[in-house]
């Protein structure tokens, strides 16, 4: 279906109020979690576990020895469960 066809189909079932209303129900997210007051700043870290946090995913940060972090895994329980890692 190219996007004429996927225009018609929908303009036919629906106004295109309702249709643009649909896309933005489907792009408007509120993630309260990432909420700050102005001029606070966040490491990039704290927003990435926050964002994990809101969709229920885990998250794995591998460290070295020296306590930095040298890696990033996020995902469903399931898909950590399935990572291996090699060391």
Known sequence: MNVKELYDH???HMTAEQALMKLLEGQ???YDKLKFDDG????PIHLI????????WGLIL????EDNVEGLVIGTEKYLD??????
Request: proline residues 4%.
């Open 62 to 65: 591998p460290m070295d020895d």
């Open 10 to 12: 929908i303009t036919k």
């Open 40 to 43: 606070e700043s966040i490491h």
């Open 49 to 56: 576990t926050m964002a994990a946090m809101e969709l229920e």
């Open 82 to 87: 399935s990572i291996e890692f090699k060391k």
């Open 28 to 30: 408007v997210r509120t």
